[in-house]
């Protein structure tokens, strides 16, 4: 049996509390606070103390989905790649970058919004990215 | 933010408007709670009477939508009374004599016939906010989420500046940011109007600068808003969306139309952890990776970057959201080879000034706060301490606005929306959580017991809420937490979403769609009776 805690921050609200995930043999088993972080202080609140049951929801997305007759069906992740980048490229080429548009996320990491940006002002030569900080 | 959490144990006086802090903050209600033993005063200013409102000194009810009447009545009060500080409006500001000039028109006995607050508390608030010696302000989406946030958040500003009361510990004026990334994804320039560190798109040398460190041609105009987008889509300019880990067929205003709008794309893909309402829609969704699944930073409220860390792998064949981002763009014909996100991060330092001297390596040791433009510079806690980023504090003179839609006799009730503690947001994460659902696993709205007279409800009774936009049908409990003439209801829950009701109306500046007001009606519905509902508002 292998034990592990991983540091790492609180993904609901913007008070980012620090948090340990206690993994055993690579299941999460109970997260506990930060006893160090200053701002948090030992303490967490009700989404937070119960922060992996979401992560080890059965309802987890686990293979790519691609919409067939109108049904969305699992795909390999090369059909589902294959398929996105020719549509991008297909309506780039018909219509312009700036027909296509890019919702950018509140939930995701730094690296990630940044990468998305880039791959759409890059990609598309448009600057048609927003995201829910309004919402 | 411009002051860090912590700092608000320290306070002397906390004025917090258009926070429910304990249920969308709880860490920083905590703070609220030690600053109060400790002394400091507490004066929440909320239409409803939430959790916070336990500690308050001074407690006012505004009515939805009068909050800069409220601010400007405060600051006449402040000003005719001397308490204003000579000397940071001389030395730090600009534009207080047409602040002045305006303020004229907002007399408390003015104010309080606007937003129904006493001219007693109008000025006991100035009073006790003018002359403590740390006095800070918190707000959230109370504040904008109106058609006229801008103007609510720059009235704050000009009652931060005209006390004196920023660039100070325990001071400052301090947005309590809903969504634990939401600061992250604007630093990173996932807005259509600037790249990373809100570089303007539309500078030309912010442009060329961009267009070498990515080796490309850039697009000078501004992009489309979220709802911006929406239009599009409908409209035929938009043609196709690519969503990063967000539900706005279930988040934003008026759902019905942004779901017709979503079905409208020639083609949509979707990114996420979980089938939401928007992922259904779509005509591919890529498994993601949860925050416990991957390497990475978060930025908070407070502006520190923090690191979050791979525990478990993803379950399936999902993959880390970075990953899947490189993976399209590369068949897209665009390739993207970053190893880790480590190596994304190197070139975020790069491209952001505030961002640049931040590493995966300093933030072994613990969060730092941006600006952090250099690798000896320690973080900025605290925003503005010797000059404003334009140079001097800019004073916005504002007139109040009413709502774009008032109650009338259709629609008699206004109806403002939140949330409630055990869940966030459109509820993707927190309705997936066992021990979250079962705190709360249906929606209903608050309604006050003359109101709910009026059409004859009591508690646990199904009742039908109708905007002009749509109608919802779900529970009601009878309580005195909202006022008269006012529902209260959350957007956790998509079989009974507010947002169905909601008004897109818009802030002409930041297009941030009018949440906290829109007007319905409340009708009765013969239907059961479901005692857990009452024992929550009895909680
Ligand atoms: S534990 Fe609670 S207060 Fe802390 S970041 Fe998470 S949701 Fe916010």
Known sequence: MKIEYVRTTCPYCGCGCEMLLETVDGRITQTLPSKTNPMNQGKLCIKGWNVHEFVQSPQRLTMPLLKKDGVLQEVSWDEALNFTASRLQEIKAKHGGDSMAFLSSAKCSNEENYLFQKFCRVGFGTNNVDHCARL | MTNSIPEIEDADCIFIIGSNTSVAHPLIASRIYKAKAKGAKVIVADPRRIHVTSVADIHVRQKLGSDVALINGIMNVILSKGLHDKAFIEERTEGFEKLEQTL????????????????????????AFASSDKSTILYAMGITQHSHGVDNVKSLANLSMLTGKIGKPSCGVNPLRGQNNVQGACDMGGLPNVYPAYQVVTDENNRKKFEQLWNTQLSSKVGFTIMEMMHGLEDGSIKGMVILGENPAGSDPDVKHV?????????????????????????????????????????????????????????????????????ISTRFGLPMTYESPEKIFEEIALVTPSYAGLSYARLENGPIPWPCPSKDHPGTPILHKDRFTRGRGLFHALEYRPPEELADEEFPILLTTGRFFPHYHTGTMTHNSITLENEMSEGYIEIHPYDAKDVGLTSGENCKIVSRRGEVITKAVVTDIVEPGTIFMSFHFMEANANVLTNPALDPICKIPEYKVCAVRVEKLEETNTPEIKAAANA
Do not use: M
């Open chain 2, 104 to 127: 004229k028109n907002y007399p408390p006995e003015k104010a309080s016939e606007i937003t129904g607050v006493s001219t007693e508390d109008i000025e006991k608030i100035a009073i």
């Open chain 2, 259 to 327: 779901k017709h709008a979503l079905e409208e794309a020639e083609f949509l893909a979707v990114i996420d952890i979980f089938l939401t309402d928007t992922a259904k829609i779509a005509d591919v969704v890529f498994p993601g990776a949860s925050f416990a699944e991957k390497d990475g930073t978060f930025s908070n409220t407070e502006r520190n970057v923090l690191r979050i860390r791979k525990a478990v792998n993803p379950p399936g064949e999902a993959r880390p959201d970075w990953q899947i981002i490189c993976d």
